[in-house]
């Protein structure tokens, strides 16, 4: 089973959390920690240099280098996001001027989400390259789609992005998905974000799913109150290690919140 770590996601780059890495040299940062956790895969979404996400060749190549530099074994995924380049014809020539970078600043994985429009064209682009794809899925409606067009050819994985947030029903919906997708050839990551993000990485862990943690998903620890010190700080928790506490003596977390879990043992509107 995988433990991903997504460090920043779609979070403005200020006003958010001073650990909250945009640059390349703070990802490779949080890479360099998380990988010596014992983490293998790395969810990024790179920025230019004002601090916008970015999918342009030379961004990509430098965020990626960075990372690679600092966590050699680890995968980096990046989002080929509709969100940053509305026009799915770009979206599968960005992917072809990724191909051109040198070895150690192209992405291993590229994440396409199965609800835009021109993802399978998209899919057989990134594929023509020898890239691996991420597909995201987030509602039944898309798990249903993509159960028949079938898997794409170069998918390492299907993300099951679960967008309720209410901790109370996060993990129905999450079981609403999976009913609605399996079986699959391929391995799921099932994950939530914001108030669900601790509750489905939970169920995730029991059920067998790969899963994912970090400040794209949620900016607090399992208490669901105190801000995270950093990417390594959710990453820790999410694995079972220790943690210095930092809650009230009187405040208990969420009931059943990583209770036995094993590793070894908001996010914007449009997300990623």
Same mark, same amino acid.
Request: proline share 8%; with cysteine; net charge neutral.
């Given at each position: 089973?995988?433990?991903?770590?997504?460090?920043?996601?779609?979070?403005?780059?200020?006003?958010?959390?001073?650990?909250?890495?945009?640059?390349? &040299?703070?990802?490779?940062?949080d890479?360099?920690?998380?990988?010596?956790?014992?983490?293998?895969s790395? @969810?990024?979404?790179?920025?230019?240099?004002?601090?916008? &996400?970015?999918?342009?060749?030379?961004?990509?190549?430098?965020? #990626?280098?960075? /990372?690679?530099?600092?966590?050699?074994?680890?995968?980096?995924?990046?989002?080929?996001?509709? +969100?940053?380049?509305?026009?799915?014809?770009?979206?599968?020539?960005?992917?072809?001027?990724?191909?051109?970078?040198?070895?150690h600043?192209?992405?291993?994985?590229?994440?396409?989400?199965? @609800? &835009?429009?021109? +993802? &399978?064209? /998209?899919?057989?682009?990134?594929?023509? *390259?020898?890239? %691996?794809?991420?597909?995201?899925?987030?509602?039944?409606?898309?798990?249903?789609?993509?159960?028949?067009?079938?898997?794409?050819?170069?998918?390492?994985?299907?993300?099951?992005?679960?967008?309720?947030? =209410?901790?109370?029903?996060?993990?129905?919906?999450?079981?609403?998905?999976?009913?609605?997708?399996?079986?699959?050839? *391929?391995?799921?990551?099932?994950? %939530?974000?914001?108030?669900?993000?601790?509750?489905?990485?939970?169920?995730?862990?029991?059920?067998?799913?790969?899963?994912?943690?970090?400040?794209?998903?949620?900016?607090?620890?399992?208490?669901? #109150?105190?801000?995270?010190? %950093?990417?390594?700080?959710?990453?820790?928790?999410?694995?079972?290690?220790?943690?210095?506490p930092?809650? =009230?003596?009187?405040?208990?977390?969420?009931?059943?919140?990583?209770? %036995?879990?094993s590793?070894?043992?908001?996010r914007?509107?449009?997300?990623?």
């Amino acid at each position: 089973m995988v433990l991903q770590c997504c460090p920043n996601g779609t979070r403005p780059a200020e006003g958010v959390s001073p650990a909250l890495p945009s640059t390349p &040299e703070d990802l490779a940062r949080d890479a360099g920690a998380i990988a010596a956790l014992g983490v293998r895969s790395f @969810h990024v979404h790179p920025r230019d240099r004002d601090g916008r &996400e970015s999918l342009a060749r030379d961004v990509i190549g430098t965020a #990626v280098a960075a /990372i690679r530099r600092a966590a050699p074994t680890v995968e980096i995924g990046v989002p080929l996001a509709r +969100w940053v380049e509305p026009n799915a014809f770009r979206r599968t020539e960005l992917v072809q001027e990724w191909a051109s970078l040198p070895r150690h600043a192209r992405p291993d994985v590229v994440a396409v989400n199965v @609800h &835009e429009r021109g +993802w &399978e064209t /998209i899919c057989e682009a990134v594929a023509s *390259v020898g890239l %691996g794809i991420e597909l995201g899925v987030w509602t039944t409606g898309d798990a249903v789609q993509l159960r028949l067009a079938g898997v794409p050819l170069n998918t390492v994985r299907v993300t099951v992005e679960v967008t309720v947030t =209410d901790p109370d029903s996060a993990v129905a919906e999450a079981v609403r998905l999976l009913r609605a997708l399996r079986p699959m050839p *391929v391995p799921i990551l099932l994950h %939530g974000e914001e108030g669900g993000a601790w509750p489905v990485l939970d169920y995730a862990r029991r059920q067998g799913f790969d899963t994912r943690i970090g400040f794209e998903d949620t900016l607090t620890g399992p208490d669901g #109150v105190w801000s995270a010190t %950093g990417n390594e700080e959710l990453v820790r928790y999410a694995l079972g290690q220790a943690v210095t506490p930092r809650a =009230d003596p009187h405040r208990r977390p969420r009931r059943g919140l990583l209770g %036995g879990l094993s590793f070894g043992r908001s996010r914007a509107s449009h997300r990623g």
